[in-house]
């Protein structure tokens, strides 16, 4: 099993950027894939970012790329969504996730789940 808690979350201006950090329990943490998913008021969780166990592939949504790098440091267990020029639209909560999937764009494949951290971004 693994237990994620997300962190890194917070209020910043339209431009801005933020750094959310996912901090993993557990021996096997560079087993899995992980994924950072959002979901906006009202709206449907998505998916935003992924990484493979090894951190040699990583899987961006359309709206993110080349604003948002998903990283991961397998030896402190921890995996980093690095979010810069960001827009008001990027406003959500925005989960961390794990899987043993290879198909780690769909959010169907995790398992284990974050607790959620807030971003807002001001116009």
């Known amino acids: 099993q693994v237990q994620l808690v997300t962190s890194g979350g917070g209020l910043v201006q339209a431009g801005g950027s933020l750094r959310l950090s996912c901090a993993a329990s557990g021996r096997t943490f560079s087993s899995y894939a992980m994924g950072w998913f959002r979901q906006a008021p009202g709206k449907e969780r998505r998916f935003v970012a992924a990484?493979?166990?090894?951190?040699?592939?990583?899987y961006y949504a359309d709206s993110v790329k080349g604003r948002f790098t998903i990283s991961r440091d397998n030896a402190k267990n921890q995996v980093y969504l690095s979010m810069n020029s960001l827009k008001p639209e990027d406003t959500a909560v925005y989960y961390c996730?794990?899987?043993?999937?290879?198909?780690?764009?769909?959010?169907?494949?995790?398992?284990?789940w974050g607790q959620g951290t807030q971003v807002t971004v001001s116009s």
């Open positions: 996730a794990a899987t043993t999937s290879v198909s780690i764009w769909s959010m169907d494949v995790y398992k284990y």
């Open positions: 990484i493979s166990w090894s951190g040699g592939s990583t």
